[in-house]
């Protein structure tokens, strides 16, 4: 049952990873987003 175990962390881990990543994207895309309409 501990690889199990072990699997589930992994996963739970990168999903959070993920998650942290698109917040990071949607926030660089709205920066850009807001240098064009400057532009």
Do not use: H, P, T, W
């Not at 990168?14 to 709205?30: A, C, G, H, P, T």
């Amino acid at each position: 049952s501990q690889l199990y175990f072990n699997l589930f962390v992994n996963l739970a881990g990168q999903k959070r990873e993920e998650r942290v990543r698109l917040r990071i994207d949607k926030e660089s895309y709205f920066e850009i987003y807001k240098e064009k309409e400057e532009m």
